[in-house]
């Protein structure tokens, strides 16, 4: 089946710059989402990107799209203490629709 | 407004309880599913409504009966569970009727404990 990876956990020092990655194997996506999750909370969407772009930019989020890598990043700028959360990438497969998620990356944010 | 809401917000039950859990939105969408999420791990579908009329049904056990009174209710009765059934359940819905094909937006869950 269709497969999407991310790394476990990130750290960061608040004002920086967080990178999150996201890779994943079906070539016939057609949306790719960011959702964020805080602690016992449900999943709220940060963005999306269409298959057929390549960057996207909402505020503090940048997103990028390397379609022929299949890689998706979610940048965040100038990160807060309230950017703690896990962040869920996540691919409509293109078959099915269905969303196939990550594992889930855990943002640590250090004043 | 892209809102979902979930009663109630924590749940604990005994194993030979019966419970049911409600979302609810209020967007006019027409697509409407149920996850379950497990400690640190992804969602997972269980169930998915089009129309009001179950579309899918991932292979969930009996002691999980969904319902759809109308387009802006899902209901997720409870009966018989085992404490393996612990986990956030998380109700989502998206705009257009047939499944999958749109952005899905999540509620609050849940917090379903198993005595």
């Known amino acids: 089946g269709e497969d999407v990876e991310q790394s476990l956990f990130l750290s960061v020092r608040e004002g920086d710059s967080s990178v999150i990655n996201c890779t994943y194997t079906d070539s016939s996506s057609t949306y790719l989402y960011w959702y964020k999750q805080e602690p016992g909370a449900g999943l709220q969407l940060l963005t999306y990107i269409f298959s057929n772009m390549d960057m996207k930019q909402d505020q503090r989020l940048t997103v990028l799209l390397n379609k022929k890598d299949k890689h998706l990043s979610l940048r965040i700028a100038d990160t807060q203490t309230g950017d703690s959360a896990i962040y869920f990438c996540?691919?409509?497969?293109?078959?099915?629709?269905?969303?196939?998620f990550g594992q889930g990356t855990t943002l640590q944010v250090k004043p | 407004d892209t809102e979902v809401t979930q009663t109630p917000k924590h749940l604990v039950m005994g194993m030979t309880n019966k419970k049911s859990l409600k979302c609810e939105q209020h967007m006019g969408h027409r697509a409407m599913y149920w996850y379950k999420q497990k400690a640190k791990k992804p969602p997972e579908l269980m169930f998915v409504y089009s129309y009001e009329k179950l579309s899918i049904n991932e292979s969930v056990p009996s002691r999980f009966s969904p319902e759809c009174p109308n387009s802006s209710l899902l209901n997720l009765h409870l009966h018989a569970l085992q404490p393996e059934d612990s986990a956030l359940y998380l109700c989502?819905?998206?705009?257009?009727?047939?499944?999958?094909?749109?952005?899905?937006?999540f509620g609050p869950g849940t917090r379903l404990t198993v005595l």
């Open positions: 996540a691919e409509r497969e293109g078959n099915t629709g269905k969303l196939i």
């Open positions: 989502a819905s998206s705009q257009s009727g047939r499944a999958f094909s749109d952005t899905q937006y």
